[in-house]
């Protein structure tokens, strides 16, 4: 195969082999937790699909389980798609999940799956009652085009609520609002919870955050419903655009009389606050009783080509889980590696102290072996005077920014960051970076500096045929004091970069040929006029969680 074995990721949640796709209804259960997942048993490509099952004490090491949800019943026939979970009550868990039931359409229903055994705290079997399917698409709905259920929560009247998303006439992405009393019954509210013309919302995911500045996660089902304490939480809307293969969400307010969500920002569906600029799909939230915290998972595709896919035997991982919050503007969230991460980093970190890195100049970060690793830098940058003028006919698309003037191309005040993946003779090398900028002048008025920040892998691999896509995002800082901070999870494939503290977020698949193993080398590169500063680096090795079979 063209790729290595050694590129099959260390710590990432990854199957031993096969296709794997969306994260399903995470949730914490009775100590443990419960990650489902899109999951094909039978080969490296997207098909047969059922809910593939693992558990785990600290979302880092897993136990797999035989598959919770096959096709089973009419109403899930041809593939077991996407759903969530849902917190009754008396503290058992209720899953809703798409079934296709025709095998010439993908016409599609929504089914309910109930533990077979609720003192089983790893949920081993799950059931599926007799009056499946709970929800068909009726009057007018796109019965293509109509899936991916999202936990419930309650309303005032007790009544549960959730989502499910579908798509409008040719174009309008749609969040449907379904209503029952007993999660059996279902009906639908004759206005959807909220629709933009994006095309089609998969894996809608709707929840609170507290927006008082504290980081602690709001639990879906039992959100608040008083008027003092609603005033105290922002709603989050997240949509996965299955035309543009990204998430993105707004932040805003639930009106619960009118059972709508209205955005801040009226034109927060334009603006397109993503998670992750880089290859994140599908993913889905969950509130973690344990830690009160809320937790993200996301889907990482393989941007190598299907043959190679066929060839290694496997597809697909999931992205180190994040805790988010809302970041105290109220404006967007913070992400950043929930703290079980960290018990994988070997004992002894290399750092790198004020080290200075003058226009042109790298630095390799020698002592410890980079292939599988975690790097924390914080950059100061001397002066933004050479800055570069962010050119108007760019501005404001940040993709469009990083791919005319990837990382070699010399800028003003950086690109400065990280090479890692890199080779000897830097043949290969992956990009991670910050790009800062003067703001165009708008009404004369000058503006805070315009920080970009990229992942370059066009130089990452040295086989030919790779999809390597540039990624970039602004990130919404202030850096007139010159700081900014960035942090990447390395694993062999994967980049996954969390620039100023979670303000932007990028993950990259990468396949090199000689950067691999003992030879993948992490440097420090700065290509702007400016001078900056490393205050500090620290590097860790990262070991290897345990992955068991428990079927
Ligand atoms: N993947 C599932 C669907 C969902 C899509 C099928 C998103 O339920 O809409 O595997 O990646």
Same mark, same amino acid.
């Given at each position: ?49 059922? =809910? ?66 609720? &003192?089983?705290?790893?949920? $081993? ?10 929800? !068909? ?23 549960? $609520? ?6 409008? *006439? ?6 449907? %609002? ?14 959807? +919870? ?35 304490? &609603?005033?105290?939480? @922002? ?95 109220? @404006? ?15 004992? =002894?970190?290399?750092?790198? @102290?004020?080290?200075? !890195? ?22 100061? !940058? ?7 003028? +962010? ?50 002048? $708008?009404?004369? *008025?000058?503006?805070?500096? %315009?920080? +970009? ?90 070991? @290897? ?7």
């Amino acid at each position: 195969s063209i790729v290595d074995s050694e590129l099959r990721t260390g710590y990432h949640f990854q199957p031993p082999k096969n296709w794997i796709n969306d994260p399903n209804a995470p949730m914490y259960y009775k100590g443990w937790y419960h990650l489902f997942y899109q999951y094909n048993p039978k080969g490296a490509v997207w098909g047969n699909i059922v =809910w593939a099952h693992s558990v785990s004490r600290d979302l880092i090491n897993w136990v797999a389980l035989k598959p919770a949800i096959e096709p089973s019943i009419r109403a899930d026939k041809y593939g077991c798609w996407s759903g969530s979970a849902t917190m009754m009550a008396d503290g058992t868990p209720v899953i809703m999940y798409t079934g296709v039931n025709r095998p010439d359409v993908n016409y599609q229903v929504q089914n309910v799956a109930l533990p077979r055994n609720g &003192s089983d705290p790893l949920l $081993r079997e799950w059931v599926k009652p007799g009056h499946n399917p709970v929800i !068909v698409p009726e009057g007018g709905i796109n019965a293509t085009q109509f899936r991916d259920p999202t936990t419930a929560w309650r309303g005032a009247d007790g009544h549960w $609520r959730l989502l499910v998303g579908s798509l409008a *006439g040719q174009s309008r992405g749609v969040a449907y %609002v379904y209503r029952s009393r007993d999660f059996r019954r279902w009906t639908r509210a004759a206005q959807p +919870l909220h629709s933009a013309p994006t095309g089609m919302w998969e894996c809608p995911d709707f929840y609170p955050v507290t927006a008082d500045g504290r980081r602690e996660g709001v639990d879906t089902s039992s959100a608040v419903v008083d008027a003092a304490a &609603s005033a105290r939480v @922002k709603y989050v809307l997240k949509n996965s655009l299955d035309l543009r293969r990204y998430d993105y969400y707004t932040v805003g307010t639930y009106d619960r009389k009118a059972e709508r969500y209205v955005p801040d920002d009226p034109a927060g569906d334009e603006h397109h606050i993503r998670y992750d600029y880089g290859n994140f799909y599908a993913s889905k939230t969950f509130y973690d009783p344990a830690k009160r915290r809320r937790i993200l998972w996301g889907w990482a595709n393989e941007s190598d080509t299907a043959a190679d896919d066929v060839a290694k035997g496997w597809a697909g991982i999931q992205a180190i889980p994040r805790k988010v919050w809302l970041d105290p503007s109220g @404006k967007q969230l913070l992400q950043w590696p929930i703290e079980e991460v960290e018990r994988l980093r070997g004992k =002894w970190p290399v750092i790198l @102290k004020d080290r200075v !890195v003058k226009p042109g100049e790298h630095v390799e970060v020698t002592g410890l072996q980079t292939a599988q690793a975690d790097v924390e830098v914080s950059f100061e !940058v001397g002066s933004l005077e050479a800055a570069e003028r +962010l050119d108007p006919a760019m501005a404001y698309d940040a993709q469009r920014l990083c791919s005319a003037r990837g990382a070699d191309a010399r800028g003003g005040v950086g690109p400065f960051g990280l090479w890692v993946l890199a080779s000897a003779g830097l043949e290969e090398k992956t990009a991670v970076f910050f790009r800062v900028f003067r703001p165009a002048a $708008r009404g004369g *008025g000058a503006g805070k500096p %315009v920080v +970009l920040m990229c992942t370059d892998p066009t130089k990452s691999s040295r086989n030919p045929n790779m999809y390597q896509p540039t990624f970039a995002g602004f990130v919404d800082t202030d850096i007139t004091n010159g700081k900014i901070s960035l942090r990447s999870l390395i694993d062999r494939s994967v980049v996954e970069s969390f620039g100023a503290g979670g303000k932007a977020c990028i993950l990259s698949r990468v396949y090199p040929s000689l950067a691999i193993g003992k030879n993948a080398r992490l440097y420090v590169f700065n290509n702007g006029k400016a001078e900056i500063k490393v205050s500090q680096l620290t590097a860790w090795e990262m070991k @290897k969680p345990v992955m068991m079979n428990g079927a």
